[in-house]
């Protein structure tokens, strides 16, 4: 059982790893467009992009925790368990 948490963590630590270690290469993929838009605009422009980045952002990320929260705490609902009810259904 304990082996199993510690997999468990190491998977995560690494998926986090490998989010960081590979976001540069994210980064460097803009829009032609937009970097000269940005850099021609004013500040409050340049303001008001980085919110409207944030507004589209933060939103789903949000939904994707709660329901990756959900599902964790859902995760163990449906096993089935050692005490059977007597009735001989595997189900």
């Known amino acids: ?3 199993k948490r510690f997999f468990q963590v190491l998977t995560i630590a690494i998926a986090v790893f490998a989010t960081l270690a590979f976001s540069p290469a994210a980064f460097s993929q803009s829009c032609a467009l937009c970097y000269t838009q940005a850099s021609s605009a004013g500040h409050r422009m340049i ?3 980085r919110s409207g980045i944030l507004v589209l952002i933060v939103p789903p990320t949000l939904m994707w925790l709660v ?3 959900i599902a964790y705490s859902k995760s163990n609902q449906f096993k089935r368990t050692d005490q059977t009810s007597g009735s001989g259904s595997d189900w």
């Open 1 to 3: 059982m304990r082996s």
């Open 47 to 49: 303001e008001a992009l």
């Open 67 to 69: 329901i990756g929260a």
